[in-house]
């Protein structure tokens, strides 16, 4: 076997007659990409998981029932590191609307699927040979919260804790973050505890700190991050901290999507979508509260999501407006950024998953 190497993989928003899902090569020296294989036939295949044991590639697409109405669906690829290729194993539907984001448990046979539009997320099983199987359950929620766009309830992400013991749904439509408990054995998911934050904040995407008892989500109506502490042992949260995600002298509108942390848990960012911009907060290491360092520009509009490099030398933004994927350098002491120069031209990028795998 080769020496292990990191890829990208990159998501957009696309029409099935033209590419929509890339795999690249990483250049650990310098953070650049290189496009080595894309796949067509794919309706906005937005958003990616990756097991990295099975060098496996899941994508949101979509289908149309007999009726001709939209419904979430995956497609699965299998990734060969020495050639670089990818090749499709399967695509099945998932849930009885769009999607907007697909993430893995911790033992990898059981993909949770979100949708925004239908306000609820599936369960799916994994296939012996890692193709995406029949959906298992549907978990819908009910409710309104305080903006017109809260006039049902939204599912935006569903993300697992470092033990594979509860997840983390985030409703924008409800204001709420809801932990469900994992029993994988039955591959399962049962609602447990739900904690609400400020009406009219919109919790999109969340992350559960790698080593401290705490957890972080971003908003995306309100334009800000919430520190929540988190019992791991009794499955809930409780919210310890709400800041902005702009600076004090901006005045436009803004829209957040993702965040994710440093792989050393020092630091956290968040994207700015209006701004344009990741802001950068420094982690308290006992409280877990947040302290901005900078909001730092995108080079590009509309910033949808983003990836740290699993070294944590580099950061990649995928910016949809601007048609590219740009890379910075992260320094590890301030958590601060700096353009390197480097970006790789792609249609309306969404999601960048790294992954590293050996070869044959």
Known sequence: MTATRTFAFIGSYADADGPGLYACAYDERTGALTLLDQADGLQNPTFLAVNEESRTIYSLTEMKDEEGTRRGAAATYRFAPDE????????????????????????????????????????????????????????????????????????????????????????????????????????????????????????????????????????????????????????????????????????????????????????????NRGHDSLVVCRIDPESGLLEPVEYAPTLGGHPRNFAVSPDGRFVLVANRDGNHVVTFSRDADTGKLLPTGSELRVPKPVCVRFAAFGGE
């Open 84 to 271: 670089g290729r990818l090749h499709k194993l399967n695509e099945a539907q998932t849930i009885p609307a769009t999607a907007c984001h697909i993430a893995l448990d911790r033992t990898n046979r059981l993909v949770m699927t979100a949708s925004y539009h239908g306000g609820l997320f599936g369960v799916s099983g994994v296939r012996d040979d890692g193709g995406i199987g029949a959906t298992l359950e549907l978990h819908r929620h009910e409710g309104t919260s305080a903006l017109p766009v809260q006039s049902q309830a939204r599912v935006h992400s569903v993300i697992v804790d470092r033990d594979n013991r509860f997840a983390a749904v985030s409703d924008l439509g409800l204001d709420k973050v809801f932990l469900y408990k994992l029993d994988p054995a039955n591959r399962s998911l049962t609602r447990h505890s739900e904690t609400s934050i400020a009406p009219g904040s919109g919790p999109r995407h969340f992350v559960f700190h790698p080593q401290l008892p705490f957890g972080y989500g971003i908003n995306e109506l309100n334009s800000t991050l919430t520190v929540y502490a988190y019992d791991a042992e009794a499955g809930k949260l409780e919210v310890v901290q709400t800041i902005s995600t702009l600076p004090d002298s901006f005045e436009g509108d803004n829209a957040c999507a993702d965040i994710h942390l440093s792989p050393d848990g020092k630091f956290l960012y968040g994207s």
